[in-house]
Structures are given as structure tokens and as C-alpha cells.
């Protein structure tokens, strides 16, 4: 069974750096996978901040970027902000039309 | 910008089948993919189909069993269907399109609760 790996929290002072990353049980993750990150705060849908590993998606501010680190994915919030207070999940392609997201980290900025 | 949202029935009862629709607006049904996201209270989000409006559809191979989803080009919608739902199909279900593998233009989500 494909499990798809976050930290389940994290937290953050403002103005600080935080890298969230994403990994595979059975792989390691590359660009292959499309990595693609997304951002929920309580009752609203999900926002896409970063798709395609490293684009980041119309209006998200360049704070957020996406890359590749060892074997993961990562979401790097650089100047971190307490609008970034949020829920944040990563999801992959796994080829066949399949995508699997992960459990998702809250991120607490204090 | 494509505009999304959801409806059907809030609560379904236990063995039976849950449809939901979700009406498509500002972009074009036919030329792209779209998806279902659901997510259960206080967790996280599982993906559980996509569809093209060509035909081609993807499953959740989790869910694959109990999952269909179609088009209707004419209304500019698609719809699931889910049928056997137990209370671990009390979830929040999103419709979203899915472009360039990452998915976008999310509805709101509507809320489903199974129980008798």
C-alpha cells in the first residue's frame, strides 16, 4: 500500500524558515511524481501553492517554493507569516492516473 | 477562472448510495479533468476519482469497488456515486479540476453524513 509521509506538526517563529517534506514508503520521491503542495485552513477548501515540484500557482506569494530534498519533496515557507498558520498537504502522481495525498502537517507560527 | 460547487444530499443512510454533483462554470467541461477529494472530520484529504469528459475515468483503487463517476456535458456537471456507505464515508467531498497534475479551482465542499 502506497503511504505518503508528512510531519504531522511543526512550528515556526515569525519571520522564520520552516521546510515541510513529503516522502514515499516505498520510493524515493522525485519530479516524477508531480509533486504538488496545498494549503487548508479550518473550513476552507484547500488552496494549491506549488505544483509540478517547484511552480508555484497563480498569486501565492515567493515565500512558499517547492523542491526536492534527498529522497522528498519539500515546501520551504521563507519570512514565515501568521496568515501561514495552516494545515498543509502534499499529494503525488502515481502514474495511471492514480494520486495519493499525505496525512498533512499543521503548521503553527509562534 | 472556473468556478466550482458541489451539491446533493447531506445525510445518507447506512448500505445506501451517495451522489453527489458538482456544476462546473467560467471554463470549459469538455477539455479538461476532474477529480473528487474527500476528507473525513478533524482528518486529512484522500483522493477518489477523476474523470475525463472523453470517458476515461480514474479510481481510487481503495475505493474502486464502490466508486463511478460521470459527466453530463449538456449541464456542465459530473457527479459520484458511492454506494455501500458506511459511517467512514462521513467526509467532506470536494470537487476540483485537475490540470497539469496538481488540482485547482476547488468548490467549497459539502458536507455528507452517513448514519441511520
Known amino acids: 500500500q502506497t503511504v505518503v509521509t508528512q510531519e504531522p506538526s511543526f512550528s515556526v517563529s515569525p519571520g522564520g524558515t520552516v521546510t515541510l517534506t513529503c516522502g514515499l514508503n516505498?520510493?524515493?520521491?522525485?519530479?516524477?511524481?508531480?509533486p504538488s503542495w496545498y494549503q487548508q485552513t479550518p473550513g476552507q477548501a484547500p488552496r494549491t501553492l506549488i505544483y509540478n515540484t517547484n511552480t508555484r500557482s497563480s498569486g501565492v506569494p515567493d515565500r512558499f517554493s517547492g523542491s526536492i530534498l534527498g529522497n522528498k519533496a519539500a515546501l520551504t515557507i521563507t519570512g514565515a507569516q501568521s496568515t501561514d498558520e495552516s494545515d498543509y498537504y502534499c499529494a503525488l502522481f502515481m502514474g495511471g492516473g492514480i494520486y495519493v495525498f499525505g496525512g498533512g502537517t499543521k503548521l503553527t507560527v509562534l | 477562472q472556473v468556478q466550482l460547487q458541489e451539491s446533493g444530499p447531506g445525510l445518507v443512510k447506512p448500505s445506501e448510495t451517495l451522489s453527489l454533483t458538482c456544476a462546473v462554470s467560467?471554463?470549459?467541461?469538455?477539455?479538461?479533468?476532474w477529480t473528487w477529494v474527500r476528507q473525513p472530520p478533524g482528518k486529512g484529504l484522500e483522493w477518489i476519482a477523476e474523470?475525463?469528459?472523453?470517458?476515461?475515468?480514474h479510481y481510487n483503487p481503495s475505493l474502486k469497488s464502490r466508486v463511478t463517476m460521470s459527466v453530463d456535458k449538456s449541464k456542465d456537471q459530473f457527479s459520484l456515486n458511492l454506494t455501500s456507505v458506511t459511517a467512514a464515508d462521513t467526509a467532506v467531498y470536494y470537487c476540483?479540476?485537475?490540470?497539469?497534475?496538481?488540482?485547482?479551482?476547488w468548490g467549497q465542499g459539502t458536507l455528507v453524513t452517513v448514519s441511520s
Open positions: 467560467g471554463g470549459s467541461i469538455s477539455s479538461n479533468w
Open positions: 474523470i475525463y469528459p472523453g470517458g476515461t475515468t
Open positions: 516505498s520510493d524515493s520521491v522525485s519530479t516524477n511524481y508531480y
Open positions: 476540483a479540476r485537475a490540470l497539469s497534475k496538481k488540482f485547482d479551482s
